[in-house]
């Protein structure tokens, strides 16, 4: 809009110098220009011909053209695609509503449009994908977004205490929309997890209400593994805190002396050297 208003400046100082000129000041001439050209404040110049009003309007409507908006609707098409592609790999089925985009903000017109996930920002909930112009002088736009998830999610089948370990009567299916990353789909999953926590029935099993079972439990006897160079020596030694597979636990040897080590199923504590 600021280049229009200054070509249409330009255009008219230019028309102004061959176009228009000074009227003769005298007596007989002026009397024989007309009421409405000396009420409109005209009676000092005279335009010769249409030609300068015809310029003047192809000027603009080339100027209108080389200005075109970008069309809101093609950025949301980008937008959807993009979406679409990457909801694709997600399990279950994806539903998204993509914003309009407000009508004041006017664009250039771009040939080169991309869409991307913005740092930080993730493709599910309430979100945002950004759409940018590759082209010399670019611009980006980010454009509001709503995804959601329908999935076939386990749930708890009854009330179940703390420290419960879930079997397979435990758990069922029910097909649930959601917006945000959870949950879990195969009941393999959480099989022989303990619960965090006591939930009610019909509640989401999520990661943070589970934990894998104690491999050592506190006060437990446990065996000592060291395992050497081609060699190995197994003690007994107290477990001194609980401990799932793969975590640390300390024991207490029979000397009194603390050592740590990695538990193990079975309650085997293997201590590295």
């Known amino acids: 809009m600021h280049l229009m208003k200054k ?7 230019k028309l102004a110098q061959r176009f228009v000129h000074p009227l003769p000041q005298t007596a007989g001439f002026a009397s024989n220009v007309s009421r409405d050209v000396r009420e409109t404040g005209m009676a000092g110049f005279i335009i010769r ?7 003047v309007g192809l000027l603009l409507e080339c100027a209108v053209a080389s200005a075109a908006p970008q069309d809101h609707t093609q950025i949301r098409n980008v937008v959807t695609a993009f979406v679409r592609q990457q909801t694709a790999a997600l399990p279950g089925k994806a539903v998204y509503k993509v914003e309009e985009i407000d009508r004041r903000i006017t664009l250039p017109e771009c040939a080169r449009l991309e869409a991307f996930l913005p740092a930080g920002s993730q493709i599910i909930g309430k979100t945002a994908i950004g759409v ?4 010399a002088n670019g611009w980006s736009i980010f454009v509001p977004v709503q ?26 299916s ?18 022989g997890k303990v619960l965090r926590y006591s939930i009610t029935a019909g509640q989401i099993l999520r990661e943070d209400m589970l934990r894998p079972p104690y491999s050592v439990t506190q006060g437990q ?15 007994e030694g107290v477990a001194l805190n ?15 002396r603390v050592t740590s ?7 085997v504590v293997e201590i590295g050297l």
């Open 7 to 13: 070509l249409f400046s330009f255009v008219n100082v």
């Open 49 to 55: 011909g249409g030609i300068a009003a015809m310029t």
């Open 132 to 135: 940018r112009c590759n082209e």
């Open 147 to 172: 995804i959601r998830i329908s999935l076939n999610l386990l749930v708890s089948a009854c009330q179940l205490p703390l420290g419960h370990t879930l079997q397979e009567q435990d758990v069922s």
């Open 174 to 191: 029910h097909v649930t929309e959601t917006s945000r990353a959870m949950g879990f789909s195969d009941p393999k999953q959480v099989i």
């Open 221 to 235: 006897a446990v065996q000592l593994a060291v395992q050497g160079n081609g060699f190995g020596i197994r003690s």
């Open 242 to 256: 609980n401990a799932s597979d793969g975590q640390t636990v300390q024991v207490r040897v029979g000397s009194g």
């Open 261 to 267: 080590g990695v538990a193990r199923a079975g309650g």
